[in-house]
């Protein structure tokens, strides 16, 4: 048997790794030093009250003959699927609920799409990025050329139409960055893919921390969208449903390649190559979008922007350039004095004990910057600010 | 952007939608005469109340700060692996860990595992067979050769030294055959696979049927099979799992390919596309492997042994030939008088109303069998085998 050679290719990630060293041997020479982590792309808050309980309801169906359920649909029960459609709908949105595919999560789904594609297309990815793009593609063995993001570009690049690419990944609200496309630079990359016969794949993960409504929450409030994009969301930040495992994605039926439809292909792989959801977690996730989840989650979020309108506002105090933290739950700034993202990653923990991401940890691009979260609790969330404005002070 | 064309050469499986279409029809023809299903793949006893009981206090867990999860392990949390490695202990197994990978489903991971194999490589499959095997390994582009399972082997085909084969799926008690491997069997495969750098993807989903202490419930009961197997199994049949969804995949350490660990490679895919099993269906699992959840699932197997010996007893009384049922949910018959899989499936349901499963969907070798399963309730078993008596006598 001859393994899969492309395996070798994939970069070994030392990001998450050094920065756990970092802490630990910081730690070890300093156990009286609180250190506080806002570098953590982990909700804190518990899942809410009607999800809890939906969850539990399920739970008993599960345990009596009348009620059990066995194998569900592979694409997701339609009691969830329909109130998908609303919640697109309340955005101004339409989908049909065979376009609604029910996920364990964006990231599975970002991976496994790859499937459907021929391993001789060039995949288009932003620099800095979510690390998952570049990997799942390289896996493949697939070509992968950068776009850069940068100051320069607010970190929003937009179409080289010197560049051909058949594979284009978005995310807005961007990871790490923070930054957020409007409808107008939304609708150069739509155009682009439709003009290129290329697919867009689009993560929306972030979208629930958009309140600006001019912005894009979904790449399907852009015209031509549904015939280039293929998008992927999930309930790990809406809902705090990182260990909960739920998400969507969104294969347009009007979504056509040399004459088949992408709709029709997921569909197979999926039926081929998962079981669907848990039958718990879909009622779980169902109790998100009935009025009283989507006012409680509504509460978790807007802790969140709190937390992330803190860090924003300490930041600016002292003319530190960032983005982010508005309609994200990520800050992106530049590191001060001209430091590399890992010079200031040090520089705060052995000064003042606050954790953060070094920026060059996501692309070269990110170099120079760093990223903070808003994901902590709020104490510690201003016991940091308060260090960090001592320290920039 | 070019698909992936080798999803135009999947067969498209018509069978059991085309089993839907003739009840169907029979049923609006003959809305008086009521319809016994015997060709159910899929669980209908609840889950046991130990796991019902697991689930509930995990989701409350859920709802706390305190005792909130976030993201855990992409191969599962220590606790669940630790209950499966005591599990194989009982059966003589002895595994580390880090070997141990919790997953969503044997039929996801079948699939996934595909991801660390060259495309170039060739693959044996039973002949008949459960289709995925065939499906995702037609979508990969990989050459499909079959060998044959049949009454002069006893559906249970060993080793052939002239075939020449890279990736060997083996499914033992069989799905759609019941037939079991004993332990002088399976160490044929295990030394051909060994003597050939051929990899074995041992799918024993239905393990948990066996009662006889001399039967394999692992392939790693078997000298060698830890340089050679990968195995998956679920807890879909042990615990009625099948809309639940959990499983486990056993990745050996000493599983090694051109120098290269298949289980790193494995730790690496799951790592970067997919994100775990939900924490709460991992306590749910967990509660399986407790004495009482293991007393009470064998109450839930032994309902399905015994409508298998219902079945099967009176295809004996009859002298139908047929296999399967003993250690299995399945029971394999050869159609009497001559008939297609096909014309017994239309003879039962316009004389006796009870629905089956046409061997011929399985493959050609399954052509004039037909499968039954014991995951119908008591009351309907014993009719639909008093039916069955009645039209055999």
Redesign the interface.
């Given at each position: 048997?001859?393994?899969?050679?492309n395996?070798?290719n994939?970069a070994d990630s030392y990001l998450f790794s050094t920065v756990a060293k970092k802490v630990s041997e910081f730690s070890s020479k300093n156990p009286d030093k609180k250190i506080i982590r806002l570098g953590i792309g982990?909700?804190?808050?518990?899942?809410?009250?009607a999800?809890?309980s939906a969850?539990?309801s399920a739970?008993?169906e599960?345990?009596?003959?009348e009620t059990?359920?066995?194998?569900?649909p592979e694409q997701g029960y339609e009691f969830l699927k329909t109130r998908l459609q609303d919640y697109y709908k309340s955005h101004n949105v339409d989908l049909e609920l065979d376009e609604i595919f029910i996920s364990?999560?964006a990231?599975?789904d970002l991976?496994?799409i790859l499937?459907?594609?021929?391993v001789?297309?060039t995949v288009l990815v932003p620099d800095p990025v979510y690390p998952?793009y570049v990997?799942?593609n390289t896996?493949a063995g697939r070509k992968i050329v950068y776009i850069d993001a940068n100051e320069q570009n607010d970190f929003l690049p937009l179409p080289d139409s010197s560049v051909k690419a058949?594979?284009i990944y978005l995310c807005s609200p961007n990871n790490p960055t923070g930054a957020v496309y409007n409808k107008t630079q939304l609708k150069k990359w739509v155009d682009y893919a439709n003009e290129n016969?290329?697919?867009i794949l689009f993560d929306s993960a972030y979208e629930c921390f958009i309140t600006d409504k001019e912005l894009p929450r979904s790449i399907y409030e852009i015209e031509g969208a549904k015939t280039c994009a293929i998008e992927f969301c999930s309930l790990s930040k809406t809902a705090?449903f990182?260990?909960?495992?739920c998400g969507y994605t969104i294969v347009p039926k009007t979504l056509v390649?040399?004459g088949?439809s992408?709709n029709k292909?997921w569909l197979?792989?999926q039926t081929?190559?998962?079981?669907?959801?848990?039958?718990?977690?879909q009622r779980g996730a169902e109790a998100v979008f009935t009025p009283e989840g989507l006012e409680e989650i509504q509460e978790n979020l807007n802790y969140y922007r709190e937390n992330a309108k803190l860090i924003s506002e300490t930041l600016k105090k002292h003319n530190i350039w960032h983005i982010g933290g508005k309609h994200s739950p990520y800050i992106w700034l530049r590191c001060p004095n001209n430091m590399t993202s890992w010079e200031f990653f040090d520089y705060l923990l052995e000064n003042v004990q606050v954790v953060g991401t070094p920026g060059a940890g996501f692309g070269k691009n990110g170099e120079g910057y760093f990223r903070l979260t808003s994901f902590g609790s709020r104490e510690n969330t201003i016991e940091a600010v308060e260090r960090l404005d001592k320290l920039f002070g």
């Open positions: 048997m001859n393994i899969n050679k395996y070798q994939i982990d909700v804190t808050l518990p899942l809410c009250k999800v809890v969850l539990k739970c008993d599960m345990g009596v003959k059990f359920r066995g194998y569900g364990d999560g990231k599975s991976g496994n499937d459907l594609f021929a001789d297309n998952v990997d799942t896996m058949d594979i016969h290329a697919v705090g990182t260990g909960t495992r390649f040399d088949v992408l292909m197979r792989r081929t190559k998962f079981n669907g959801v848990p039958y718990i977690i």
